[in-house]
């Protein structure tokens, strides 16, 4: 396929001149980008007060809850936070939450938490929580301090029994396009030198597919480091095997394109149509994968698997029942829309009704190409 070029001052040096229209002056540094390309997480706000209470839980051995966003940033942000906590101290007791559907922060998790809030000491809430002010202002009544390690934009009131440590609310902060795994994993790299170790170099994999699986603009330099270096350094096992799985369809490269199109979708399929005992797998694949589970393989009734190849399997299995559901989704729409005469519109509105089988957890996964 040929392809003319409407502006003929971009044949030569196609690449530089590109990046340079997408205002990247300094390419050199763009391509290769260093350490120092990090934000020094200090200009987070209340990333201080956040390690302190982090130190309170770790002395105390707190029973910690973890709240899993339910995206590929909220996995691969809890991921990121739970396995920092336990190379701190392996003896603290983690649970996590996840969510049955699309749903985010608290709202849908108040009740059990506050029936066994004698058992829960803290929350830690990435890449969620900075709107759950109602919830925290409960919690604190059950004196559960809370941490959020976010990036979404709140516009609701600030709970005096929340530490929020988020980018869009840190003036100083120049990075707003980082995601809730940069976020968690820039907290991590404070807390190394609040702890005096040296743990999050081995999490920036995760971090670097959370921004992918987000979108984060790879314009910021801090993304670009981030994503460039953590997949050239992936040590999660679970992203090993997903990558080998998937080994065909990316070509055998290891890019942000290849993960956002092959390794990502995988994911959110999981967390769209799964099964809650799937998604258990998942999160547990992303933690600890080696861990052997009950193969649920067809003819494999009664043998054991690593829980990341298990997990791997489950996924792809979710990606091909989403698209089932969602091509006959798409279908019916289409039906409706010829039905109804709605081509004429540049803008259609479909009404849905009562007999229509839409699943709310495929909004957004829909795209009709006129």
Aim: a negative charge.
């Amino acid at each position: 396929m040929k392809v003319k070029l409407v502006n003929e001052n971009f044949r030569d040096n196609y690449g530089i001149k590109l990046l340079q229209s997408k205002g990247i002056q300094d390419i050199d540094k763009y391509i290769n980008p260093t350490k120092e390309c990090l934000q020094n997480p200090v200009d987070l706000d209340n990333i201080e007060n956040g390690a302190k209470l982090l130190k309170t839980a770790i002395e105390k051995e707190w029973n910690i809850l973890l709240i899993i966003d339910s995206d590929n940033d909220g996995f691969t942000s809890a991921a990121i936070i739970y396995q920092y906590i336990k190379k701190l101290n392996n003896n603290i007791n983690i649970k996590y939450l996840l969510h049955s559907g699309k749903q985010h922060g608290l709202e849908d998790h108040i009740d059990y938490i506050l029936e066994y809030s004698d058992e829960i000491d803290m929350i830690i809430q990435p890449d969620s929580g900075s709107n759950d002010f109602i919830y925290h202002e409960q919690l604190k009544e059950k004196n559960i301090p809370c941490l959020i390690l976010d990036h979404h934009i709140t516009d609701e009131e600030i709970s005096s029994n929340a530490i929020i440590i988020n980018n869009q609310l840190s003036q100083n902060y120049k990075n707003k396009e980082l995601t809730g795994a940069g976020i968690t994993w820039q907290f991590c790299r404070f807390c190394d030198n609040y702890f005096n170790v040296n743990f999050s170099k081995d999490l920036i994999d995760l971090a670097a597919w959370g921004i992918i699986g987000d979108m984060g603009s790879l314009l910021e330099i801090e993304n670009r480091y981030i994503i460039k270096n953590g997949l050239e350094n992936i040590n999660n096992y679970f992203f090993k095997v997903l990558i080998e799985k998937q080994s065909y369809s990316m070509g055998g490269e290891i890019t942000p394109i290849t993960v956002a199109f092959y390794i990502v979708p995988l994911i959110n399929a999981m967390i769209r149509v799964g099964t809650m005992e799937e998604k258990e797998r998942l999160f547990m694949a992303f933690i600890d994968g080696h861990q052997m589970v009950p193969c649920n393989k067809r003819g494999a009734k009664g043998t054991f698997e690593e829980v990341a190849v298990e997990s791997a399997r489950e996924c792809t299995n979710a990606r091909t029942r989403q698209n089932k559901i969602k091509d006959e989704a798409v279908q019916k729409l289409e039906m409706k829309i010829h039905k109804n005469g709605l081509l004429d519109n540049k803008v259609l509105f479909v009404r849905l009704e009562e007999d229509d089988q839409f699943p709310a957890v495929l909004n957004g996964s829909i795209t009709l190409a006129r």
